[in-house]
């Protein structure tokens, strides 16, 4: 089990949405870190005070390894938390460890191989949309599985360099990963599937490598060191300094579990984004059509939906290596486990006045939706960039575009981990 030193008073919501709005709204008043309660019976403290997310983000007292911190916990004891703590990769690894595996990832996230990827996004949104103008306009269409959905996963595909053969089946079981009602037993079934599947793309690759990121990795230690150097540095973002590392291939096991967590780091992420920005910009039509006058604003519109509605609200999770007072009585022990909302500072008053109105025209759109840090998103540019080409074609194409539903009627994907929702009903009405 793992030790928790204080007594949850609450347990954390699975509800998503206003709701986890709302929770965290009033942990924020109760205390800089709350002891909550978490699905089979973990403790941990919740963090959502802007400045104590920013404090703990980049505290050398706090680790993202459970496995080598708390000695009493055993792999696979909690079967939630597994996906997110037992895996050795970057997400859990630190310090050199850390610096190793990102070290290989960051040249592929650079300003200038993101920028490259342009082209192909403005092909692939082309080809979505013209598929989604043969819909009647009248009809009600789930713009969250026609468009939101389908942009970061089929970039995955590209980065990773899927071949046209294996990319159906690669889709499905992206989407197959992100269903939250299916068993154990089918989920990993899913996950063994996405793993054959990842090993037979490292053996294409093998034989006929490509300019894309896996065989990127499978020829990682063979780059130029300087040139890798400088764009992880570039890679490793505000607030970020990354141990150095040392420059050693990957081990297969090591190469999967990287291709798995980009998987997921990318897509679920990206689509909320995408999801909440439509939704916002649709019951803002003044806002609209202030972006649509001026592309020059896209990137307003982008970085308030992320401080309003942060793809990702918690990720599970970090431990306190030592014993942390943050004040008002509160003290973190060694050991204890820590949540950290990245979504609090955004929608702290203490930072931002009015902090739950989306507004495109507020001089500071500050938020901590990718981290701080060490482990600052590495997919950060591409995500703004799917963002910023996906959401100005849809609108241009579909200029009469409306929400077929009120908006409140838009359920929320119920989890405390992610922030999206299960359908965008539209109609195209073109
Ligand atoms: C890490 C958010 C898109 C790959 C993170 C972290 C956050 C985040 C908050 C930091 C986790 C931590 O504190 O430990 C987001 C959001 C996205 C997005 C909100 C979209 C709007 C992407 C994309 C990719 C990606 C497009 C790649 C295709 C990763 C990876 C890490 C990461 C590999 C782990 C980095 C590390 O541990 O050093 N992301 N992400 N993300 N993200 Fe993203």
Same mark, same amino acid.
Request: charged content about 25%.
């Given at each position: ?15 998503g949405g206003r709701?986890m709005y709302?929770?965290v ?123 939101s ?6 970039? !995955? ?44 793309? !490292? ?65 679920t992420t990206t689509i909320n984004l995408i999801d909440h920005t439509v939704r916002e910009l649709?019951t803002h ?16 519109a982008v970085e308030e939906s992320m401080r309003v509605h942060c793809p990702v609200m ?27 909302c990245y979504g609090a500072h955004g929608r ?7 902090p739950g109105t989306f507004d495109i025209?507020?001089?500071?759109k500050?938020h901590i939706a ?17 963002a ?19 908006p409140?009627?838009i359920?929320p994907v119920?989890?405390?981990?992610g922030n999206g929702i299960?359908?965008l ?6």
């Amino acid at each position: 089990m793992i030790p928790f030193s204080a007594e949850p008073t609450q347990t954390l919501g699975s509800t998503g949405g206003r709701c986890m709005y709302a929770q965290v709204d009033r942990l924020r008043e109760e205390g800089p870190a709350v002891p909550v309660r978490l699905p089979e019976g973990v403790g941990a403290w919740s963090v959502t005070r802007g400045d104590v997310v920013r404090r703990l983000l980049t505290h050398p007292g706090v680790t993202r390894n459970l496995k080598k911190n708390v000695p009493s916990y055993r792999p696979g004891s909690v079967p939630w938390l597994a996906p997110w703590v037992d895996v050795d990769s970057m997400a859990t690894a630190e310090g050199k460890d850390h610096a190793r595996l990102r070290k290989l990832i960051t040249p592929a996230f650079s300003p200038r191989r993101v920028d490259a990827m342009h082209g192909r996004l403005d092909t692939l949104v082309s080809r979505l949309l013209d598929d989604l103008a043969g819909r009647p306009g009248d009809e009600v269409v789930d713009l969250h599985a026609a468009y939101s959905y389908r942009v970061p996963t089929e970039m !995955i595909c590209d980065l990773f360099g899927v071949p046209g053969s294996q990319r159906p089946e690669v889709l499905r079981l992206f989407r197959a990963v992100g269903q939250t009602d299916v068993s154990e037993v089918e989920s990993i079934a899913v996950n063994d599937a996405l793993v054959a599947e990842m090993r037979s793309l !490292i053996t294409t690759k093998r034989d006929e490598p490509g300019e894309d990121l896996t065989s990127f990795l499978l020829a990682a230690h063979e780059e130029d060191g300087e040139e890798a150097g400088e764009e992880y540095r570039e890679g490793a973002g505000e607030g970020g300094r990354v141990a150095a590392g040392e420059q050693q291939p990957l081990t297969e096991h090591e190469l999967i579990s990287t291709l798995l967590l980009m998987i997921g780091g990318g897509s679920t992420t990206t689509i909320n984004l995408i999801d909440h920005t439509v939704r916002e910009l649709l019951t803002h039509p003044d806002q609209l059509k202030t972006v649509m006058a001026d592309p020059g604003r896209w990137s307003d519109a982008v970085e308030e939906s992320m401080r309003v509605h942060c793809p990702v609200m918690h990720l599970p999770m970090r431990w306190a290596v030592e014993d942390i007072d943050l004040g008002e009585g509160v003290l973190i022990r060694a050991g204890d486990a820590i949540l950290i909302c990245y979504g609090a500072h955004g929608r702290d008053p203490a930072v931002h006045a009015d902090p739950g109105t989306f507004d495109i025209d507020r001089a500071s759109k500050e938020h901590i939706a990718f981290g701080l840090g060490a482990h600052f998103c590495p997919g950060s540019r591409l995500a703004r960039l799917e963002a910023q080409v996906a959401l100005p074609a849809l609108f241009e194409r579909f200029p009469r575009l409306e929400l077929a539903v009120a908006p409140d009627e838009i359920e929320p994907v119920p989890t405390f981990i992610g922030n999206g929702i299960g359908s965008l009903p539209v109609y195209l009405r073109h």
